[in-house]
């Protein structure tokens, strides 16, 4: 089964940062494309970012744009978010998983084929 396993969450103030990771397990990262997607309470799951499976292309939500960014690394089988600028708003359950190689541009949650358990991430004062 292919599921990553997501880690570096947790509570930071506004304006804050944290970096997540992603880590696979028994799979190559490296042969998809990966994206995170999150799900705060009451709302639906909103993509987030992907990246291709060189790394070479990445998408972002515009609600992230120019404060997350999105890396591989294939020698560690491991992609990670890091998250600037954390606002109240960014408030949520981060999922990893990998993506439809026709579909990763549009980075949607529907377009996520297998995903993590989540971590959690709290912006809060």
């Known amino acids: 089964q292919l599921q990553p396993v997501e880690s570096g969450g947790g509570l930071v103030q506004p304006g804050g940062s944290l970096r997540l990771s992603c880590a696979a397990s028994g799979f190559t990262l490296n042969a998809y494309a990966i994206g995170w997607f999150r799900q705060a309470p009451g709302k639906e799951r909103e993509g987030v970012s992907c990246i291709s499976t060189s790394g070479s292309a990445i998408n972002y939500a515009d609600s992230v744009k120019g404060r997350f960014t999105i890396s591989r690394d294939n020698a560690k089988n491991t992609v990670y978010l890091q998250m600037n600028s954390l606002k109240p708003e960014d408030t949520a359950v981060y999922y990893c998983?990998?993506?439809?190689?026709?579909?990763?541009?549009?980075?949607?949650?529907?377009?996520?084929?297998?995903w993590g358990p989540g971590t959690q991430v709290t912006v809060s004062s």
């Open positions: 998983g990998t993506v439809s190689l026709l579909l990763w541009r549009r980075c949607r949650p529907s377009d996520f084929r297998s």
